[in-house]
């Protein structure tokens, strides 16, 4: 390294003055043993790590980071780790989500008060990944993430079952007695046999892979598992590779571009990655000034089918998909297709293609035996990871966005993972102003609801509830499953986990709590689903929505004071990313002013 990059460095302000200020910097320091070598101008590296007991998925990431520490030392930098907010789905009322902002707000401004010239982003649970990315893109220093695994796959009675997704079914199998209490009790312990996030191609596997496909993480490490040995190879890599970043000044700004989110929404729907994705690849562009709108989540995957046979969508999970070949595999697919930007730069300084062009889709799960170099075009590949001719699901059925009277600034659904008879629906619908007085009722035999009623929960949009929860795929009334019904079609403002399945329409906007359409739905009014015609409609004429509208008044605030005000206050709607305005764009990395 040269002197001028050493005395260039941002961590240098504070290491590296003279006097008094670079004393008091330096000699607290050393209270942690460190030699007075380390100031020498060498890259400082934060880890930021997410570590924490409340949250299962990300409770090993202190490993994590060790194992980063390592390949920092080893690359000449000085690693420091420092702790961040942890916003677990598994434990946080009234929901995670609430918190990925101030997650955001909270790793953005550690990262630009301290003395760091590049960062580690340590993540795991669904709303910790976005968060982080949320962060580092506004100060915009060197970044590489590093998320922590999904767990090994669940066994349960010689069969394999994903969490989360396997959650709502054995909730259906308890309500219908196909399952016993005692039984269930027992499930619930195989579902979680490992460290790590959701197995399932949930939310949570979803940004990991978002992450990867953005270029932000290393190639080929969305997928190992949490306790494999691998797993701990990447981070270390994670580590060496940061202090060449900062040495070559690669920030996400030069990564997060148009065609980096291009290929991150085409590879969701490779994947049948989770709606929640749509939310959050739209905050992350915010941030770097990169225009991303909802329409391009339905424009751009058009001619994309689904590659990955991963629950909910699928049969398998994601250590399966690890040992098939992982992202790369379907980054390679996609490639040959001519469906990525394979110019795109990345975190290890590679290109897309430079990167996936060559990766293997071993096929060593199921009984096709098939192997091959996905840029065969005449390959089929496994089970797993299918290839392009001969997809797991056929192109056009990933996400759809949806427009009508119903969702003026559109909703989402995920049709890999709904019941295609349902995909155009028309019926009365039954309307309940929160999840909570669903649940309620949901039990009734009496409940006066049949399996062609649209069930519509409203107030659970991002400023209504707040926070806009993972409650939109409720289960479906005990007297329908008990008589058989799989599934019926439900509407709502708010979201649906990523392990979810079923005919959900997700993020309608603007919200029934600002006064979106949601809001002025009545039981009976007819509700029309068209998903091949990308339309969700009341059937009411435009007079009686007027009166309506005129008669409507908004819900009393929930919250007079504390965060949950200021999220109400500020958040956007889930068309814009479910963001804080006052937090787009990047706010850059500036030295603050010394106070020593």
């Not at 003279?18 to 880890?47: A, C, K, T």
Request: charged share 20%; net charge negative; glycine share 12%.
């Amino acid at each position: 390294m040269t002197d001028h990059q050493q005395t260039s460095r941002r961590s240098q302000a504070w290491f590296g003055a003279q006097g008094r200020s670079g004393m008091v910097y330096r000699s607290w320091m050393r209270n942690q043993g460190l030699g007075h070598e380390v100031f020498d101008g060498r890259p400082v590296i934060g880890i930021a790590t997410s570590a924490s007991e409340l949250a299962p998925c990300n409770a090993h990431l202190t490993r994590v980071a060790e194992a980063v520490k390592r390949g920092v030392w080893q690359a000449g930098g000085l690693p420091l780790a420092f702790p961040t907010m942890a916003t677990g789905e598994t434990l946080m009322r009234p929901t995670a989500m609430l918190y990925r902002n101030l997650m955001a707000m909270e790793v953005e401004e550690l990262i630009r008060a301290n003395p760091l010239d590049g960062v580690v982003l340590l993540s795991g649970c669904d709303k910790t990944t976005p968060a982080m990315l949320m962060g580092a893109a506004s100060v915009d220093l060197p970044a590489v993430m590093v998320t922590g695994g999904p767990m090994l796959n669940g066994k349960y009675r010689g069969q394999d079952v994903g969490s989360g997704t396997h959650v709502w079914k054995f909730e259906e199998d308890l309500k219908t007695g196909r399952m016993t209490e005692e039984e269930c009790f027992f499930a619930e312990g195989c579902m979680a046999r490992s460290e790590g996030h959701c197995m399932t191609m949930g939310t949570a596997s979803t940004m990991a892979c978002m992450a990867e496909a953005l270029g932000m993480q290393l190639p080929g490490s969305a997928a190992w598992p949490a306790v494999d040995s691998r797993r701990m190879e990447t981070a270390q890599a994670a580590g060496q590779r940061i202090v060449r970043m900062v040495e070559e000044e690669l920030r996400p700004s030069h990564i997060l571009t148009r065609e980096a989110f291009e290929n991150a929404i085409r590879v969701n729907a490779a994947i049948g990655g989770s709606t929640n994705a749509v939310i959050h690849l739209i905050a992350i562009a915010g941030r770097v000034g990169v225009e991303l709108g909802l329409q391009d989540f339905d424009d751009l995957v058009r001619a994309v089918p689904t590659l990955v046979n991963l629950m909910p969508s699928g049969r398998y999970l994601m250590e399966d998909f690890c040992y098939a070949g992982g992202l790369p595999a379907v980054m390679a697919e996609l490639l040959s297709g001519k469906l990525l930007h394979g110019e795109q730069i990345t975190v290890n300084g590679r290109t897309v293609a430079e990167n996936n062009g060559t990766a293997e889709n071993t096929g060593n799960i199921g009984n096709t035996g098939i192997t091959g170099r996905t840029g065969d075009a005449e390959r089929v590949g496994s089970d797993v990871i299918t290839g392009l001719a001969a997809p797991f699901q056929p192109a056009g059925t990933g996400i759809a966005v949806l427009r009508g009277n119903l969702c003026p600034d559109g909703a989402v659904i995920k049709q890999s993972a709904a019941s295609p008879h349902l995909l155009t629906h028309r019926g009365p619908a039954r309307v309940f102003d929160s999840p909570e007085a669903y649940h309620e009722v949901a039990d009734d035999p009496e409940l006066d609801i049949d399996e062609n009623t649209v069930i519509v929960i409203r107030n659970a949009g991002p400023k209504g509830y707040p926070g806009m929860p993972e409650v939109s795929n409720v289960p479906l009334p005990a007297k329908l499953l008990k008589a058989g019904v799989k599934d019926m079609v439900r509407v709502c403002d708010g979201r649906m986990s990523g392990t979810g399945y079923g005919t959900v329409v997700l993020h309608v906007a603007p919200e029934a709590a600002v006064g979106g359409p949601l809001a002025l739905v009545r039981d009976g009014d007819p509700v029309v689903l068209d998903v091949p015609n990308r339309t969700l409609r009341l059937d009411v004429d435009d007079a009686e929505l007027t009166r309506r509208r005129q008669a409507w008044r908004a819900p009393a605030e929930r919250h007079t004071s504390g965060y949950a005000w200021l999220y109400a206050q500020h958040v956007q709607q889930a068309d814009q990313g479910a963001d804080f305005g006052f937090l787009r764009g990047s706010r850059g990395h500036e030295v603050p002013r010394d106070s020593h």
